[in-house]
Protein backbone atom coordinates (compact mmCIF):
# COMPACT_ATOMS: atom_id res chain seq x y z
CA UNK A 1 0.00 0.00 0.00
CA UNK A 2 1.49 3.46 -0.97
CA UNK A 3 1.90 5.26 2.38
CA UNK A 4 3.95 8.64 3.33
CA UNK A 5 4.65 9.40 7.20
CA UNK A 6 6.45 12.29 8.22
CA UNK A 7 8.64 12.67 11.27
CA UNK A 8 8.73 14.06 13.62
CA UNK A 9 4.93 15.49 14.29
CA UNK A 10 6.02 18.82 15.99
CA UNK A 11 9.02 20.40 16.20
CA UNK A 12 10.16 23.57 18.41
CA UNK A 13 13.47 25.52 17.59
CA UNK A 14 15.45 28.42 18.38
CA UNK A 15 15.65 30.99 16.07
CA UNK A 16 19.61 29.69 14.09
CA UNK A 17 18.92 26.01 15.51
CA UNK A 18 19.53 23.82 11.79
CA UNK A 19 17.49 20.54 11.80
CA UNK A 20 15.90 18.48 9.58
CA UNK A 21 12.28 17.28 9.06
CA UNK A 22 12.02 13.26 7.50
CA UNK A 23 9.32 11.70 5.39
CA UNK A 24 10.02 8.12 4.52
CA UNK A 25 7.45 6.83 1.83
CA UNK A 26 6.50 3.83 0.55
CA UNK A 27 5.08 3.90 -3.42
CA UNK A 28 5.06 1.36 -6.01
CA UNK A 29 6.96 3.21 -8.47
CA UNK A 30 7.72 6.86 -7.43
CA UNK A 31 6.83 9.48 -10.15
CA UNK A 32 7.94 12.33 -7.78
CA UNK A 33 8.11 13.46 -4.15
CA UNK A 34 7.06 16.88 -3.25
CA UNK A 35 7.76 19.42 -0.67
CA UNK A 36 4.97 21.79 0.42
CA UNK A 37 4.61 24.58 3.30
CA UNK A 38 1.00 25.22 4.91
CA UNK A 39 0.65 28.27 6.57
CA UNK A 40 -2.98 27.75 9.01
CA UNK A 41 -6.06 28.39 7.67
CA UNK A 42 -4.67 28.44 4.18
CA UNK A 43 -3.70 26.27 1.49
CA UNK A 44 -0.58 24.38 1.02
CA UNK A 45 2.37 26.13 -0.73
CA UNK A 46 4.39 24.68 -3.20
CA UNK A 47 8.38 24.40 -2.69
CA UNK A 48 10.35 21.14 -4.33
CA UNK A 49 9.60 18.80 -6.17
CA UNK A 50 12.04 15.61 -6.40
CA UNK A 51 12.10 12.58 -8.91
CA UNK A 52 14.89 10.62 -8.32
CA UNK A 53 17.19 9.31 -5.35
CA UNK A 54 20.30 11.61 -5.32
CA UNK A 55 18.61 14.57 -6.22
CA UNK A 56 18.78 17.98 -3.87
CA UNK A 57 16.87 21.00 -3.82
CA UNK A 58 17.82 24.41 -2.64
CA UNK A 59 15.63 27.75 -1.53
CA UNK A 60 16.98 30.17 0.48
CA UNK A 61 17.16 28.09 3.76
CA UNK A 62 15.64 25.11 2.79
CA UNK A 63 16.91 21.93 1.64
CA UNK A 64 15.53 19.23 0.33
CA UNK A 65 16.92 15.91 -0.42
CA UNK A 66 16.06 12.20 -1.66
CA UNK A 67 16.72 9.05 -1.34
CA UNK A 68 14.96 5.15 -2.07
CA UNK A 69 12.67 5.42 1.23
CA UNK A 70 12.82 8.99 2.58
CA UNK A 71 13.39 12.40 1.99
CA UNK A 72 14.76 15.39 4.12
CA UNK A 73 13.81 19.20 4.67
CA UNK A 74 17.10 20.42 6.02
CA UNK A 75 16.62 23.99 7.54
CA UNK A 76 19.02 25.76 8.39
CA UNK A 77 19.23 29.02 10.47
CA UNK A 78 15.53 29.15 10.59
CA UNK A 79 13.92 32.43 11.46
CA UNK A 80 10.13 32.67 12.78
CA UNK A 81 9.23 33.21 9.81
CA UNK A 82 9.96 29.83 8.69
CA UNK A 83 7.14 28.54 11.45
CA UNK A 84 4.58 26.79 9.08
CA UNK A 85 3.79 23.04 8.73
CA UNK A 86 5.84 21.33 6.00
CA UNK A 87 4.35 18.84 4.51
CA UNK A 88 5.23 16.15 2.34
CA UNK A 89 3.59 14.35 -0.52
CA UNK A 90 4.21 11.27 -3.11
CA UNK A 91 3.04 10.45 -6.62
CA UNK A 92 2.87 7.26 -8.27
CA UNK A 93 4.16 6.05 -11.82
CA UNK A 94 0.47 4.58 -12.07
CA UNK A 95 -2.15 6.25 -11.83
CA UNK A 96 -1.89 9.85 -10.98
CA UNK A 97 -2.74 9.79 -7.29
CA UNK A 98 -0.90 11.93 -4.78
CA UNK A 99 -0.64 10.70 -1.19
CA UNK A 100 0.13 13.58 1.53
CA UNK A 101 1.62 13.11 5.12
CA UNK A 102 -0.01 14.18 8.35
CA UNK A 103 2.92 17.24 8.33
CA UNK A 104 5.65 17.99 10.40
CA UNK A 105 4.75 21.81 12.54
CA UNK A 106 7.68 23.49 12.89
CA UNK A 107 7.80 26.66 15.69
CA UNK A 108 10.58 28.52 15.40
CA UNK A 109 11.16 30.68 18.77
CA UNK A 110 13.01 34.14 18.37
CA UNK B 1 -0.56 34.85 -13.81
CA UNK B 2 -3.15 33.91 -11.21
CA UNK B 3 -3.56 30.86 -8.66
CA UNK B 4 -6.12 28.88 -7.88
CA UNK B 5 -8.89 30.70 -6.56
CA UNK B 6 -11.40 29.12 -4.35
CA UNK B 7 -14.72 30.70 -3.91
CA UNK B 8 -16.44 31.18 -0.81
CA UNK B 9 -13.76 31.79 1.93
CA UNK B 10 -15.98 30.49 4.45
CA UNK B 11 -19.26 29.03 4.73
CA UNK B 12 -21.63 27.89 8.10
CA UNK B 13 -24.38 25.14 7.45
CA UNK B 14 -26.25 23.56 9.31
CA UNK B 15 -26.14 19.96 9.40
CA UNK B 16 -29.10 17.99 6.85
CA UNK B 17 -28.05 21.15 4.42
CA UNK B 18 -26.61 21.30 0.75
CA UNK B 19 -23.07 23.31 -0.17
CA UNK B 20 -21.50 23.81 -3.42
CA UNK B 21 -17.92 24.96 -3.49
CA UNK B 22 -16.15 26.64 -6.29
CA UNK B 23 -12.71 26.19 -7.66
CA UNK B 24 -11.19 27.77 -10.69
CA UNK B 25 -7.33 26.53 -11.77
CA UNK B 26 -4.60 28.36 -13.05
CA UNK B 27 -4.80 29.15 -16.66
CA UNK B 28 -3.50 26.05 -18.72
CA UNK B 29 -4.20 23.53 -16.14
CA UNK B 30 -6.41 20.74 -16.93
CA UNK B 31 -6.63 18.53 -13.59
CA UNK B 32 -8.42 19.79 -10.63
CA UNK B 33 -7.85 17.83 -7.18
CA UNK B 34 -10.35 18.18 -3.82
CA UNK B 35 -9.26 17.46 -0.38
CA UNK B 36 -10.70 18.10 2.80
CA UNK B 37 -8.45 18.75 5.88
CA UNK B 38 -10.27 18.39 9.20
CA UNK B 39 -8.80 20.33 12.48
CA UNK B 40 -5.60 18.61 12.83
CA UNK B 41 -5.47 16.16 10.53
CA UNK B 42 -3.71 15.55 6.86
CA UNK B 43 -5.41 16.49 3.48
CA UNK B 44 -7.63 13.46 2.80
CA UNK B 45 -8.24 13.12 -1.15
CA UNK B 46 -11.96 13.62 -2.56
CA UNK B 47 -11.75 13.86 -6.18
CA UNK B 48 -9.60 14.33 -9.18
CA UNK B 49 -11.31 15.41 -12.71
CA UNK B 50 -9.48 16.11 -15.79
CA UNK B 51 -10.24 17.21 -19.33
CA UNK B 52 -14.42 17.21 -18.11
CA UNK B 53 -14.08 13.77 -16.50
CA UNK B 54 -13.59 12.19 -13.42
CA UNK B 55 -10.62 10.25 -13.32
CA UNK B 56 -10.67 9.05 -9.63
CA UNK B 57 -12.64 9.59 -6.35
CA UNK B 58 -11.06 8.56 -2.29
CA UNK B 59 -12.93 6.98 0.29
CA UNK B 60 -15.83 9.11 0.95
CA UNK B 61 -19.61 8.26 0.37
CA UNK B 62 -21.83 9.27 -2.58
CA UNK B 63 -22.86 12.63 -0.87
CA UNK B 64 -19.63 14.53 -2.01
CA UNK B 65 -19.62 14.79 -5.59
CA UNK B 66 -18.91 17.67 -8.70
CA UNK B 67 -18.10 18.18 -11.63
CA UNK B 68 -15.66 19.87 -14.33
CA UNK B 69 -16.98 22.02 -16.60
CA UNK B 70 -15.59 22.97 -20.14
CA UNK B 71 -13.31 25.73 -19.16
CA UNK B 72 -11.81 23.49 -16.58
CA UNK B 73 -12.67 25.00 -13.64
CA UNK B 74 -14.89 22.58 -11.08
CA UNK B 75 -17.72 22.37 -8.38
CA UNK B 76 -17.58 20.04 -5.45
CA UNK B 77 -21.10 19.54 -4.02
CA UNK B 78 -21.90 17.84 -0.38
CA UNK B 79 -25.54 16.70 0.38
CA UNK B 80 -26.95 16.39 3.50
CA UNK B 81 -24.04 17.87 5.64
CA UNK B 82 -22.77 16.39 8.80
CA UNK B 83 -21.18 17.50 11.46
CA UNK B 84 -17.81 16.03 10.89
CA UNK B 85 -17.86 17.62 7.54
CA UNK B 86 -16.78 20.69 8.93
CA UNK B 87 -13.35 21.29 7.23
CA UNK B 88 -10.98 23.22 5.05
CA UNK B 89 -11.80 21.86 1.36
CA UNK B 90 -9.22 22.99 -0.64
CA UNK B 91 -8.67 22.67 -4.93
CA UNK B 92 -5.75 22.25 -6.37
CA UNK B 93 -4.69 22.02 -10.58
CA UNK B 94 -1.64 21.00 -12.01
CA UNK B 95 -0.94 20.33 -16.12
CA UNK B 96 -1.95 16.57 -16.43
CA UNK B 97 1.46 14.25 -16.01
CA UNK B 98 3.39 16.95 -14.89
CA UNK B 99 3.39 16.47 -11.18
CA UNK B 100 3.06 19.68 -8.86
CA UNK B 101 -0.21 20.54 -7.40
CA UNK B 102 -1.12 24.06 -6.77
CA UNK B 103 -3.18 24.86 -4.34
CA UNK B 104 -6.14 27.13 -3.64
CA UNK B 105 -6.44 29.23 0.01
CA UNK B 106 -9.66 26.53 0.76
CA UNK B 107 -12.96 27.18 1.52
CA UNK B 108 -13.51 26.40 5.20
CA UNK B 109 -17.13 24.93 6.12
CA UNK B 110 -18.69 24.62 9.46
CA UNK B 111 -21.57 22.44 10.08
CA UNK B 112 -23.75 23.57 12.45
Known amino acids: EDQVTQSPEALRLQEGESSSLNCSYTVSGLRGLFWYRQDPGKGPEFLFT???AGEEKEKERLKATLTKKESFLHITAPKPEDSATYLCAVQARTGNQFYFGTGTSLTVIP | EAGVTQSPTHLIKTRGQQVTLRCSPISGHTSVYWYQQALGLGLQFLLW???????NRGNFPPRFSGRQFPNYSSELNVNALELEDSALYLCASSRLNTGELFFGEGSRLTVL
Open chain 1, 50 to 52: LYS
Open chain 2, 49 to 55: YDEGEER
